[in-house]
């Protein structure tokens, strides 16, 4: 017979911790208590793992969760549960203090113990691919990804294996490897759709599998158009999901599905994200910020009782993407405020993986490029674009094509071509290896620009058609937006004053759709000059919305560089990222 003070004190502990509020110190404190009593070897152990837990999830003192997480282990039968689970939350807290290696060793001893117990066996691959892949191994990663999938394929556990399979295609993305993560993401929806069981958990997979097709499709193929219908079934299936009760997602009998990608909060969340991406790249940005104001807001309740690194990530991508959308709307002062934001979220950020910091201090730098171009400083612009790209993490080729992109117009505007060539050349080199719709509807733009300078029209011509069919193609409104006003101008400068006009006046139609100010500022300008030409009785009504535009982004213009946040941030090229509080 269990021992009656043992058992009030586990009670008692039990009644502290899942109290209102939780009182965890009491908890520690009673489970404590036990440890004073004799006690069988396997119950010694299993308490000894509730203190490890306890000290590792709500307090911060790593020592001794450490202490009771180590004798757990030794206490412990070989293998059991007590003994992977301890494992496991060792490997966590290695990893949290940089001790990857350590982790990592654990973990290894974990996987060659578990392989009589398929749940534990799979959960630990699972943290395993995680290491690796917050560690940017992919190659590794992708190895314990196949032995998972071997491993379900041979206990014939098709939840399970269905999840190693999306978590392939996953980290074949992070590889930039489209191609190859389409493919893997081919039979996944079958096998979802013939999935039987808890609703929750399969809408869940589901969701897995549309946000991986629609980074495929949308952000790494640049098929924006072609991808609207799954991101709409997306947004479906959230919803299936939030009409269902949480508490369904916890009735399940086979441990092998029980595992979860991310809780219905970050779903929701990173719902919200796609979406907003989406928008952007379509050129639609009221509905892009109007998005990221309700992700925001959500993000702002999660924050009350998650600070997950994830949780961190993607707060920072809404920031960027609304930085970027301020800047194409004219709203200088307000993106350079929240560049301000940005820098202050990075710099309060804990990575386990340096490497991600400096990606976001580069993401910082070409920020503040894009916002110095916008304000026409070429000068601060290319001295951040060259901070951008002094280094970045292995991969990312799309980063490199936009810093490109973006000094090439820079040397356009201030007719360095010597300094544009070889630019022009790398970009040409990329374009041979991607098949984004995106990055070559802006290569030919950008060919087309410096064809155009070499007065070498008819091959402008061509490329500026080129580009303008891509962009159509895939609802690239913003590209379009700027190839039809790049046409626009040559025509007129070559007297095809009809064509001229047909090109303006459908780039002023996108362009307000957007709205982009600076293109319509630049159109109306154009229009306007032809309009005097032509003896258009529009002259006098263009030339006042010209004024009114003009107006708008010069009041923003002195909003923006009268700003502490425009002084303090624009010199910043080097060293820890600044702020002003």
């Given at each position: 017979?269990?021992?009656?003070?043992?058992?009030?004190?586990?009670?008692?502990?039990?009644?502290?911790?899942?109290?209102?509020?939780?009182?965890?110190?009491?908890?520690?404190?009673?489970?404590?208590?036990?440890?004073?009593?004799?006690?069988?070897?396997?119950?010694?152990?299993?308490?000894?793992?509730?203190?490890?837990?306890?000290?590792?999830?709500?307090?911060?003192?790593?020592?001794?969760?450490?202490?009771?997480?180590?004798?757990?282990?030794?206490?412990?039968?070989?293998?059991?549960?007590?003994?992977?689970?301890?494992?496991?939350?060792?490997?966590?807290?290695?990893?949290?203090?940089?001790?990857?290696?350590?982790?990592?060793?654990?973990?290894?001893?974990?996987?060659?113990?578990?392989?009589?117990?398929?749940?534990?066996?799979?959960?630990?691959?699972?943290?395993?691919?995680?290491?690796?892949?917050?560690?940017?191994?992919?190659?590794?990663?992708?190895?314990?990804?196949?032995?998972?999938?071997?491993?379900?394929?041979?206990?014939?556990?098709?939840?399970?294996?269905?999840i190693f399979q999306l978590t392939k295609a996953m980290l074949r993305l992070s590889l930039k490897d489209y191609i190859d993560a389409q493919n893997l993401l081919k039979p996944c929806l079958d096998r979802i759709n013939s999935l039987q069981g808890n609703f929750s958990h399969i809408e869940t997979l589901r969701i897995f599998y549309l946000v991986l097709h629609i980074s495929c499709s949308c952000f790494g193929l640049?098929?924006?158009?072609?991808?609207?219908?799954?991101?709409?079934?997306?947004?479906?299936?959230?919803?299936?999901?939030?009409?269902?009760?949480?508490?369904?997602?916890?009735?399940?009998?086979?441990?092998?599905?029980?595992?979860?990608?991310?809780?219905?909060?970050?779903?929701?969340?990173?719902?919200?994200?796609?979406?907003?991406?989406?928008?952007?790249?379509?050129?639609?940005?009221?509905?892009?910020?109007?998005?990221?104001?309700?992700?925001?807001?959500?993000?702002?309740?999660?924050?009350?009782?998650?600070?997950?690194p994830f949780l961190m990530a993607v707060e920072m991508l809404?920031?960027?993407?609304?930085?970027?959308?301020?800047?194409?709307?004219?709203?200088?002062?307000?993106?350079i405020k929240e560049i301000n934001i940005l820098c202050r979220l990075h710099n309060t950020s804990n990575s386990i993986n340096n490497s991600n910091a400096i990606q976001r201090t580069l993401t910082l730098h070409a920020l503040l490029g894009f916002y110095a171009t916008s304000l026409n400083f070429n000068e601060a612009a290319e001295a951040q674009f060259a901070s951008a790209l002094r280094t970045r993490f292995s991969g990312d080729k799309e980063f490199r094509f936009f810093i490109f992109a973006n000094l090439i117009i820079i040397y356009l505007r201030t007719s360095k071509i010597a300094n544009l060539i070889p630019i022009l050349q790398q970009i040409n080199i990329e374009l041979n290896t991607t098949q984004s719709t995106i990055l070559h509807a802006i290569g030919n733009l950008l060919n087309g620009l410096h064809n155009l300078t070499q007065s070498r029209i008819h091959e402008a011509k061509e490329l500026f058609r080129r580009s303008a069919n891509l962009a159509s193609n895939e609802d690239l409104n913003k590209i379009l937006t700027n190839t039809f006003i790049v046409l626009g101008h040559m025509f007129f400068r070559m007297h095809s004053y009809q064509e001229s006009a047909n090109m303006l006046q459908s780039a002023t139609t996108i362009s307000q759709s957007i709205p982009d100010y600076n293109a319509q500022l630049n159109t109306m300008s154009l229009l306007r000059d032809l309009y005097h030409v032509c003896n258009d009785p529009r002259l006098a009504e263009t030339n006042d919305r010209v004024i009114q535009i003009n107006d708008s982004l010069q009041k923003d213009y002195q909003s923006a560089i009268a700003l502490a946040e425009h002084r303090h941030l624009l010199t910043w090229t080097d060293g820890v990222c600044p702020m002003i509080s």
């Open positions: 017979m269990a021992d009656p003070v043992y058992l009030a004190l586990l009670g008692s502990a039990e009644y502290f911790r899942t109290s209102t509020p939780p009182n965890y110190r009491l908890a520690i404190q009673c489970l404590q208590a036990i440890l004073t009593i004799r006690l069988p070897t396997l119950i010694e152990a299993k308490i000894h793992l509730f203190l490890g837990r306890l000290y590792t999830q709500y307090t911060t003192n790593i020592d001794m969760a450490s202490m009771h997480l180590d004798k757990a282990c030794h206490l412990a039968q070989m293998p059991d549960d007590i003994k992977l689970e301890s494992l496991c939350l060792l490997a966590k807290i290695y990893l949290n203090q940089n001790q990857f290696a350590s982790s990592i060793t654990l973990l290894q001893q974990a996987y060659d113990l578990s392989s009589q117990q398929p749940y534990w066996h799979c959960r630990i691959i699972f943290q395993i691919i995680s290491i690796y892949h917050s560690q940017e191994d992919y190659n590794t990663s992708i190895y314990y990804v196949d032995r998972g999938i071997e491993f379900c394929a041979r206990i014939n556990a098709l939840f399970c294996q269905i640049g098929q924006i158009k072609s991808s609207k219908n799954a991101l709409m079934q997306l947004q479906q299936s959230i919803q299936n999901l939030a009409s269902r009760p949480e508490e369904e997602a916890y009735l399940i009998t086979n441990p092998l599905e029980q595992f979860i990608w991310l809780s219905r909060d970050h779903l929701n969340v990173l719902v919200y994200l796609l979406t907003v991406f989406h928008s952007m790249l379509s050129g639609r940005l009221e509905k892009a910020l109007k998005y990221a104001d309700k992700a925001q807001a959500q993000i702002e309740q999660i924050k009350n009782v998650d600070h997950s809404f920031y960027e993407c609304r930085i970027q959308s301020h800047l194409i709307f004219g709203n200088k002062a307000v993106a």
